[in-house]
């Protein structure tokens, strides 16, 4: 079975400073990784995802994603963060070979302080 | 627009009564999935589709159930047997195979009163 793991409940950043929500994951197959935001009594949105190539993948709204492949994670990252980032946000896994169900982790909330 | 649509937005359920949760796409994707969320545990798949006129149970499928008669469409059913359904839920569809996203629709929030 697939499972994703997201080891901090909360993440806690000054505006300005960068931001790392890590994730690491367990598939058979090769793994898709994805990140999803979400605010307040809405739908999750999809923010980046990984298939191959660079192992720095670039998404919206200025986020990025570290793919590693031997250490099975796929941390989200951003240079400089934004009091407007502050969100929950979701890593999830899909897999090739494998299910192809969406498998999701327990969520990060991130607090971007002024 | 391209999307997926859930309905309606808040739900109140009394004691010992059935609701069906709707969920339309028209992003022409085979794969569907109910999921719920509830406060520091993420999202549980409760069913999931691939193709019309068949799907799967999920992790916590007891007291739901679902029926995927049209491509478009995948109707959720939280049915008494189901102890406690106050919960956000949230339906999700996807292309069937391969390394696509999966688009959400803005979720359901039920209440039992």
């Known amino acids: 079975a697939q499972s994703v793991a997201q080891p901090e409940d909360q993440v806690n950043v000054a505006e300005g400073n960068p931001l790392t929500v890590k994730c690491t994951y367990s598939v058979s197959g090769n793994p898709y990784p994805f990140w999803y935001v979400q605010y307040p009594n809405r739908g999750l949105q999809f923010l980046l995802k990984?298939?191959?190539?660079?192992?720095l993948v670039k998404g919206s709204y200025g986020f990025e994603a570290e793919f590693n492949k031997s250490q099975t994670s796929f941390h989200l990252k951003k240079p400089s963060a934004l009091v407007s980032d502050s969100a929950l946000y979701f890593c999830a896994v899909r897999a090739a070979g494998g299910s192809y169900i969406p498998t999701f982790g327990r969520g990060t909330s991130l607090i971007v302080h002024p | 627009d391209g999307g997926i649509t859930q309905s309606p937005k808040y739900l109140f359920r009394k004691e010992g009564q059935n609701v069906t949760l709707s969920c339309e796409q028209n992003?022409?994707?085979?794969?569907m999935y109910w999921y719920r969320q509830d406060p520091g545990q993420g999202l549980r798949l409760i069913y999931y589709s691939q193709i019309v006129n068949d799907f799967q149970k999920g992790d916590i499928a007891e007291g739901y159930s679902v029926s995927r008669e049209k491509k478009e469409s995948f109707p959720l059913t939280v049915t008494s047997a189901q102890k406690n359904p106050t919960a956000f839920y949230l339906c999700?569809?996807?292309?069937?195979?391969?390394?696509?996203?999966?688009?959400f629709g803005q979720g359901t929030r039920l209440t039992v009163v």
């Open positions: 999700a569809s996807s292309e069937g195979q391969g390394r696509t996203e999966a688009f």
């Open positions: 990984y298939i191959t190539g660079d192992n």
């Open positions: 992003l022409n994707h085979d794969a």
